[in-house]
């Protein structure tokens, strides 16, 4: 029996396994099987994540029964595009076969794999394997004429032209040029061209979202516009803003981030320190969004007009940043929603409005929208979609999202869908600490990147856990973490008591640990005053304006600047994905490698995770994976200094003084 379809690839089996596969369904079963193909999320029901202009390593286990030779391919397409690329994919044993493509254009893609047997190549490697151990194979020659007799029948045009020439010179040549042509790789390329491809068998379409590189590799830099100001009794603006630009982008920074700036409601607006009671003169929190002035769509007017803002973002962009904004879906009181369309909200009995609660924490000044009240759906869902469409066109390509978790998941996967599918240029980051099964799922459901769980994770043991769950599926396919190192919610005990040297730590980790990260204003100033015994700032800007002079003595601005441009220099640290950790015996001190898959940019990276006292350590230079001996010569770069030296053999030895610098980064290199 031979098949001319393709067919999918799916189990012998039927709605009730206890129950016998009837003939019918033998007969109709695919011979060969395709599974375990990568990179594929949940059976295809979400989509793998990729960036566009970097390769995708497609991989799938494809065998048959017997011992014929299988033919495999990867076919891909764009979702809007009825055009299939294919490309060949190769077996490097145990029946895994491999191949790349490269998507170049954003959005949703789809991949498939093919597979038939294929009867030229079984022939070939029966005929090498006898013809060199001696065995007359004056029949397999004459078979050979007789399979390309068959692929001439099934040609025409050029193709039909070679197999005649082929035919044609084979009686004319000895035997063993007659076997040599057989096996010639152009002889193998005409068979493929007019094989017919039996049992052919094509997996199911596998989904692969395309983004731009700054769903990967970018350096967040968080402020609030309101107090770029030289008094916290004049409210800053857009304009101020432009002031900041130069530094911010001479730090390395490439995504200016700003929290909520639409209106803030004055009924319970929150005063300093989270106050109940705002007093006069009190800005109140910028996610108590809404006022009589407008809700999501509009700008609050201290900051500026509209104008105002679309200036700012072309002066960003004009110093290589752009501009994200938060997208906060919440209320508050004085929101123009609660009039015009109160049925979008939850109410109580006694006809008083649901406020946001965390129990014993109270958010009175903010209100949360219901998803699902019958007045809600769909308006509801169509007014939060115009709302981020509104701010596409105003230039904002990338949205921070405040506890998307706490919303519907499937609004979340329409929603990105719907304005990915006619802007595939922006870009959604999760500001979601919640469990991971549910982190996982934002960025399945379309969410390019995510904050994490890296803020609390101090230890060796800790760090080396997370960032090695990040590189194994299925995070390293549906999840690109965003390392943020401290947040207006979240000022980090570890910095609280660690001085300098422990923002150094944090920074280093981040940077080097993931293609993204962000800061928060005040993080490159030190500061750390907490609330006591909380990870909270005292005096939080959340609930006031904070002038700050950026050019204080003890800011760590040089040493952020010099791992931003580390980070853009070298490859290997443009992703969180390519770590390894290597063996260094001091518990204090974290040790691990960043390397592209060619080994030809390989990052060590040695961080003490003691902020106040000296580390020393031997520690193990990974010599193998650069195919070298034990003894070998290496050639090392500090990319902190620009000091280089070369490395004799494995074994080598550090000490870190965190007054100095508590951390080191060392390009590696064979010694020529």
Not at 613 to 630: I, R, V, Y
Request: charged share 25%; proline share 7%; glycine share 6%.
């Amino acid at each position: 029996m031979t098949r001319n379809e393709p067919f999918e690839s799916v189990p012998m089996a039927n709605d009730h396994p206890d129950q016998a596969i009837s003939l019918s369904q033998a007969l109709l079963a695919p011979r060969i099987v395709i599974e375990d193909t990568s990179p594929v999320l949940d059976a295809g029901t979400f989509a793998a994540k990729a960036i566009s202009g970097q390769p995708v390593t497609v991989s799938s286990k494809v065998y048959s029964d017997g011992h014929d030779r299988l033919a495999v391919t990867l076919v891909w397409r764009q979702a809007h595009s009825r055009r299939w690329h294919c490309v060949p994919m190769h077996s490097p044993g145990n029946d895994l076969w491999l191949a790349e493509f490269t998507p170049v254009e954003l959005g949703l893609h789809l991949f498939s794999i093919e597979a038939w047997i294929d009867p030229f190549a079984t022939y070939c490697h029966d005929l090498e394997k006898k013809y060199h151990a001696g065995v007359e194979v004056s029949l397999e020659l004459e078979e050979g004429r007789l399979m390309l007799g068959k692929g001439l029948e099934r040609s025409d045009g050029a193709l039909r032209k070679e197999i005649q020439t082929l035919l044609d010179s084979l009686p004319t040549l000895p035997a063993d040029d007659q076997v040599a042509l057989l096996l010639d790789a152009n002889t193998a390329r005409l068979m493929s061209e007019a094989e017919h491809r039996s049992y052919l068998t094509r997996s199911t379409e596998f989904p692969l979202d395309v983004d731009r590189e700054a769903a990967l590799f970018a350096s967040w830099y968080e402020l609030f516009p309101r107090s770029i100001t030289d008094s916290p009794d004049r409210h800053g603006t857009f304009n101020d803003v432009h002031a900041r630009l130069p530094m911010i982008r001479d730090m390395g920074f490439d995504v200016l981030y700003f929290p909520p700036i639409h209106p803030i409601g004055t009924q319970y607006r929150k005063g300093r320190n989270n106050a109940l009671r705002a007093e006069t003169g009190d800005p109140g929190s910028p996610y108590a969004i809404g006022s009589h002035e407008g809700g999501h769509e509009a700008i609050h007017p201290q900051l500026g007009s509209r104008d105002d803002f679309r200036r700012l973002v072309a002066a960003a962009a004009e110093h290589g940043l752009e501009i994200a904004l938060d997208f906060a879906i919440q209320c508050s009181q004085d929101h123009p929603w609660l009039k015009e369309h109160p049925g979008w909200f939850s109410w109580r009995p006694d006809g008083t409005i649901r406020y946001a609660e965390n129990p014993p924490k109270k958010y009175q000044d903010i209100v949360n929208v219901d998803f699902y009240a019958p007045e809600a759906v769909p308006s509801l869902w169509l007014a939060l979609r115009d709302v981020v469409v509104g701010w596409v066109e105003e230039g904002v390509k990338t949205f921070r999202v405040d506890n998307p978790h706490t919303k519907p998941l499937p609004f979340w996967q329409w929603l990105i869908a719907n304005v990915r599918s006619q802007h595939p240029e922006v870009i959604f980051l999760a500001e979601a600490f919640t469990r991971p099964a549910m982190m996982a799922r934002l960025g399945k459901v379309g969410y390019a990147q995510s904050y994490t769980y890296f803020t609390w994770r101090n230890t060796k043991q800790e760090l080396r856990e997370y960032f090695e769950q990040l590189n194994q599926p299925p995070w390293s396919q549906c999840y690109r973490p965003n390392f943020f190192v401290n947040t207006p919610d979240i000022n980090p005990f570890f910095l609280h008591s660690s001085g300098r040297a422990g923002f150094l730590i944090r920074a280093a980790l981040a940077t080097m640990g993931s293609g993204l990260w962000g800061m928060y204003s005040g993080f490159e100033l030190c500061e750390s005053t907490p609330l006591p015994g909380k990870e909270e700032y005292m005096d939080s800007e959340k609930y006031e304006i904070r002038p700050r002079d950026f050019t204080q003595p003890g800011n760590i601005i040089a040493e952020i600047a010099q791992l931003n441009r580390i980070r853009r220099q070298n490859r290997a640290l443009q992703t969180h994905l390519g770590v390894a950790f290597f063996n260094c015996w001091n518990d204090n001190i974290l040790y691990f490698a960043k390397r592209t898959p060619e080994r030809d940019n390989f990052i060590l990276v040695a961080v003490s995770l003691d902020p106040h006292n000296a580390q020393e350590a031997s520690f193990e230079l990974p010599l193998w994976e650069l195919g070298l001996d034990d003894n070998a010569d290496t050639l090392g770069e500090d990319l902190m200094t620009g000091h280089r030296w070369t490395w004799h053999g494995k074994t080598q030895w550090m000490r870190i003084e965190p007054w100095h610098s508590p951390f080191g980064i060392w390009r590696i290199e064979k010694a020529h």
